[in-house]
Nanobody, 119 residues
C-alpha cells in the first residue's frame, strides 16, 4: 500500500510562485514513478509532470520552463515548484504514484491541494 499527502497549495497572485509537496508513505520501494496532475473546474484532469526512480522527468509542453518536479528520497517527498503562475493554473493539484503489480500497474492518488492564482 502507498499513501500520498499533498500540501503547499493556496492563494497566490499572478506572477507568484508556490511549491507543492507530496509526502509518500507505505511500500515506497515499489514505486517506479511519481507525478503531478491537475484538474480545473469543469475540466478533465490533466498531466503536469512526472519523475521516475532514476530521476528522469517529463513535463506537459505548455508548462515547460515554469514548473519543475523534483524528489527527495531521504524525505520521501516529491515537489512541484511552480513559477510565474497564471490565473489559468488555478486547479486542484494531485500527486500520483505508480508501481508495478504483476503484468499491470497500480496508480495511487493523493487527496489533492487547491491552487488559486488571482489578484
Amino acid at each position: 500500500q502507498v499513501q500520498l499527502v499533498e500540501s503547499g497549495g493556496g492563494l497566490v497572485q499572478p506572477g507568484g510562485s508556490l511549491r507543492l509537496s507530496c509526502l509518500v508513505s507505505g511500500t515506497i520501494f515499489s514505486i517506479t514513478a511519481m507525478g503531478w496532475y491537475r484538474q480545473a473546474p469543469g475540466k478533465q484532469r490533466e498531466f503536469v509532470a512526472d519523475i521516475s526512480s532514476s530521476y528522469s522527468t517529463n513535463y506537459a509542453d505548455s508548462l515547460k520552463g515554469r514548473f519543475t518536479i523534483s524528489r527527495d528520497n531521504a524525505k520521501n517527498t516529491v515537489y512541484l515548484q511552480m513559477n510565474s503562475l497564471k490565473p489559468e493554473d488555478t486547479a486542484v493539484y494531485y500527486c500520483k504514484a505508480v508501481r508495478p503489480s504483476g503484468a499491470t500497474v497500480i496508480a495511487t492518488w493523493g487527496q489533492g491541494t487547491q491552487v488559486t492564482v488571482s489578484s
